[in-house]
């Protein structure tokens, strides 16, 4: 059975990196698939920050091309986020999915970032 | 790249069927078969329940059906049940390798 859990910071002061990472467990990234990181600022709907593949290859959402970094260790089974310059407006549940025929089939449990002094 | 477009809320009572909507452009629903659905209860993580357009995912009832005309897809439950009281959310491939979801739509059983 194949399960994410997101881990990282809750509190995160604006101007800084916002950091998390994916741990999956019942399968091997090295094995395929495509990883993702979607969130949820607190009442609105889901949004997709961006997707990555075992090899490195990342896609990344148009407006965040900017600030994020997806990268993976495939040796630790993780997947990471990095999200530079934070404002109010990326406080939001962090989730971590796996992509399948662009369907994210598996989520993690998410992860609250709160991004206040 | 905009959100889907998707009703705020439907309601139902127990035993009828409602569909919920999700109209997009040519750019991502109209030219793609690769559009989902998911499930959200309050407080829980999103869980898939239709993949392109139509397909059920092992161990998801038979109630829920999805399908698309032209840039608008459509998520059908039939016979409403108090445990489908959630939010769902509709995503589509946007070409280029992203992808794009619906704003959302809240779901009350009567």
């Known amino acids: 059975q194949v399960q994410l859990q997101e881990s990282g910071p809750g509190l995160v002061k604006p101007s800084e990196t916002l950091s998390l990472t994916c741990d999956v467990s019942?399968?091997?990234?090295?094995?395929?698939?495509?990883w993702t990181w979607v969130r949820q600022p607190p009442g609105k709907g889901l949004e997709w920050i961006g997707t990555?593949?075992?090899?490195?290859?990342?896609y990344y959402r148009p407006s965040l091309r900017s600030r994020v970094t997806l990268s993976v260790d495939t040796s630790k089974n993780q997947f990471s986020l990095k999200l530079i310059s934070v404002t109010a407006a990326d406080t939001a549940v962090y989730y971590c999915a796996r992509l399948w025929t662009e369907a994210f089939d598996v989520w993690g449990q998410g992860t609250m970032v709160t991004v206040a002094s | 790249q905009s959100a889907l477009t998707q009703p705020a809320s439907v309601s139902g009572s127990p035993g009828q069927s409602i569909t919920i909507s999700c109209t997009g452009t040519?750019?991502?629903?109209?030219?793609?078969?690769?559009v989902s659905w998911y499930q959200q209860p309050p407080g829980k993580a999103p869980k898939l329940i239709i993949y392109?357009?139509?397909e059920r995912p092992a161990g998801i009832s038979d109630r829920f059906s999805g399908s698309k005309s032209g840039n608008t897809a459509s998520l059908t439950i039939s016979g409403l049940q108090a445990e489908d009281e959630a939010d769902y959310y509709c995503c589509s491939y946007a070409g280029r390798s992203t992808l794009v979801f619906g704003g959302g739509t809240k779901l009350t059983v009567l």
């Open positions: 040519s750019g991502d629903v109209g030219n793609s078969n690769l």
């Open positions: 990555l593949y075992h090899t490195g290859t990342t």
């Open positions: 392109e357009v139509r």
């Open positions: 019942g399968f091997s990234i090295s094995s395929g698939y495509y």
